[in-house]
């Protein structure tokens, strides 16, 4: 990449150089060879260096004067033409020198060089985004500078501004490039040992399947995230052996599924995203005939959600373009509207659900539903994070964020996985179970527990890691006990356990630790302090211990 820049500059500026390497030449040449007098009068020829030195600084207009001595009037003559003719060589070279400072090839050239070196000198593992939108800045939000960096191509220049003016730190290196070109992909490190994966969260299947093909192919070893919206490309990705495809629509479906028919496993889901662990009386859904709004991919993967939960629906075909074309308005509710909200017998149905593409729509669909029926529950989608206050205002029961989900589902695959081993399986559970952990979390660890992830390795438990080495056997409740005092259990629940490829789904006490064991632990703040503080400090892990020996 120097090199290019070296070749950009040596070509725009060889002309200039040329025409100041001439004049400079033509003006030493006459000097020393027009003879001058000395200071006692006497004939001299200058030398080539003191020709070369005054032409330099007479050319440069810096002028120290007549040297080595004072000149005569045939010196002076050509010394008068040298003035004007190295001038004009000068003039040549400047505004040729502005111009490459303007030339949008060097700018391109020293751009890809800067992002190049920064990428290098990244140290962390990192995640190649590709498209800088809402979606991709949240995850930068919540990922950058923890445990992995994050590197940015997008094609959009204004774009790449944006993210420069969030000024992330650390600083997130990006890059213009078509992220569905190898040479660039190749640019933005894909092929660094440190380079984690490659996340693609376009609308367009076709443009994410492009992008996991060329990943591949780069580089086996990466993960490679992936947007689908559809059945068919989730099993095309699939049938690509991509793992981690996130398709934000079937994930709406299978929340509505279980929030109708299994409500406590729905509430452990939401709580892993940050719902409070309560189920309130707004987050029930409500039981009897529904009405959804729009047919497109969020709307059918809704109806599946339906379908398979056995309820009562009816799904109103909705063309947003269409109806904005037909009556030049983003408004809904007009005398055909209302008639056809009545159509659909809104009075008599518990729950409607706007799910077009469009979001004012949705909001005065919903609006007009509650005129009709006050007491019709509302879920609506949001299609941009821009206008989620708006949103909320209105009192909506339930907003389905499409970029938020899919940002929210990315970030707990990469940051969180046991969260998402965990979602999986619960789901497996009925909810009679998932009623009882919620009792028994609420219990044990308080009415708003958080849920941590820590592996038995020396960067996260160092103390426990020694005595696992050691061959010392240590089980799960061992950690339990309370370094202030042994005899006094800690405010955790083990939800979750991993080992290797094998998942223990709250895992029995008495179970003995491995090292490379990954943990999902519920608790507090102060709890969870403890817990780390015993796991990593010899002399507090060797006293929690010792209740278990005395025993």
Not at 165 to 174: I, K
Not at 386 to 404: C, G, M, P, T
Not at 453 to 481: C, F, M, P, V, W
């Amino acid at each position: 990449m120097n090199e290019q820049i070296i070749w950009i500059i040596l070509k725009r500026l060889r002309t200039p150089f040329l025409v100041i390497i001439v004049t400079f030449a033509i003006s030493i040449l006459g000097l020393v060879l027009i003879p001058g007098t000395d200071g006692n009068g006497n004939p001299y020829q200058m030398t080539f260096f003191d020709a070369f030195y005054f032409v330099t600084y007479m050319a440069s207009t810096i002028g120290f004067g007549e040297a080595p001595y004072t000149f005569n009037y045939e010196q002076r003559m050509w010394v008068s033409f040298a003035i004007y003719f190295t001038v004009i060589g000068w003039f040549y070279g400047i505004g040729a020198i502005v111009s490459l400072i303007q030339d949008d090839a060097l700018r391109k050239a020293l751009s890809r060089n800067s992002f190049l070196n920064q990428v290098k000198r990244i140290n962390q593992p990192f995640y190649i985004i590709l498209g800088y939108n809402g979606i991709t800045k949240s995850i930068i939000d919540r990922l950058n500078g923890k445990d992995y960096r994050i590197v940015v191509l997008e094609k959009d220049e204004e774009k790449i501004d944006e993210l420069i003016l969030e000024n992330f730190y650390p600083n997130v290196p990006a890059f213009v490039g078509d992220a569905t070109n190898q040479k660039m992909l190749k640019i933005a490190g894909i092929h660094q040992k440190n380079c984690a994966g490659i996340i693609s969260l376009f609308g367009d299947d076709m443009v994410n399947s492009k992008i996991a093909t060329i990943s591949q192919l780069l580089n086996k070893k990466i993960d490679i995230i992936v947007k689908a919206t559809s059945k068919q490309q989730v099993e095309h990705f699939k049938s690509m052996n991509l793992k981690h495809v996130k398709n934000p629509f079937d994930i709406i479906s299978k929340r509505i599924y279980y929030g109708i028919t299994a409500p406590h496993i729905w509430l452990l889901e939401m709580w892993m995203y940050g719902h409070v662990l309560k189920l309130k009386n707004r987050d029930k859904f409500p039981k009897g005939r529904y009405i959804i709004y729009g047919n497109g991919r969020l709307g059918t993967a809704i109806e599946e959600g339906l379908k398979k939960a056995g309820v009562e629906y009816v799904i109103q075909d909705f063309d947003t373009k269409k109806y904005i074309k037909r009556k030049n308005t983003t408004i809904f509710g007009d005398e055909e509207d209302m008639a056809s909200l009545e159509k659909l017998q809104v009075k008599e149905s518990v729950c409607i659900i706007a799910a077009t593409q469009n979001d004012l729509i949705n909001l005065t669909i919903i609006n007009r539903a509650k005129q009709l029926n006050p007491d019709i529950s509302t879920m609506a989608r949001e299609n941009s994070l821009d206008d989620l206050n708006i949103f909320q205002a209105s009192k909506i029961n339930k907003i389905y964020v499409v970029e938020r989900i899919l940002a929210d589902a990315t970030y707990n695959y990469i940051a969180r996985p046991l969260a998402d081993l965990f979602i999986m399986e619960a789901r497996k559970k009925d909810d009679t179970w998932a009623e009882v952990i919620i009792n028994m979390l609420h219990n044990i660890t308080g009415k708003n527990p958080t849920y941590f992830e820590t592996k038995i390795d020396d960067a996260h438990a160092y103390a426990l890691t020694r005595k696992l080495s050691e061959g010392e056997q240590i089980t799960l409740s061992n950690l339990r006990r309370s370094r202030e005092n042994r005899e006094e259990l800690l405010h955790i629940v083990y939800l979750l356990l991993k080992r290797g490829e094998e998942i223990y789904l709250m895992p029995n006490g008495s179970m003995p630790l491995q090292l490379g064991d990954e943990l999902l632990i519920v608790s507090d703040e102060e709890n969870y302090d403890d817990f780390e503080y015993i796991v990593n400090n010899i002399y507090e892990l060797e006293y929690v211990l010792g209740f278990s020996a005395n025993s």
